[in-house]
């Protein structure tokens, strides 16, 4: 009996220093082993803005290995989904192939603000997560 592979998701946003840093970290949290969560972005900053790892500590989120990479660093012909916080056309950033689904949702990105902000954003993630991510999904 082989094993069914795991869904693997792709969070999409400007620097991969905040939003999709926070919902990778998120879903590898609240969806443990039964999706893959991996994130990038569009021109990546190279680092993860410390207000980010602050507000995943506050929620005791797990943040080791988390770093700011670029689409290239990502397999994204490997993902069944695509959420993209960018606010951005993806046409031209994705593989030519792609027939996967992309989920668009505006979430404010919080970089060079305050830390409200970025709970702010966190908890956007959050609901978007465990309250529209999963119907979508099995959608």
Known sequence: MVAAMKPRLAFLCLGNSCRSIMAEALARHFFGGQIEAVSAGLSPLGWVAPETLVVLA???IPTAGLWSKGLAEVDLGACQAIINFSGRDLKGYLPPDWLSRVLHREIADPFGFDLDHYRHS???IRALLT???????AG
Not at 131 to 137: D, F, T, V
């Open 58 to 60: 506050e929620l005791h």
């Open 122 to 124: 966190r908890d956007a």
């Open 131 to 137: 309250q529209e991510l999963p119907a979508w999904l």
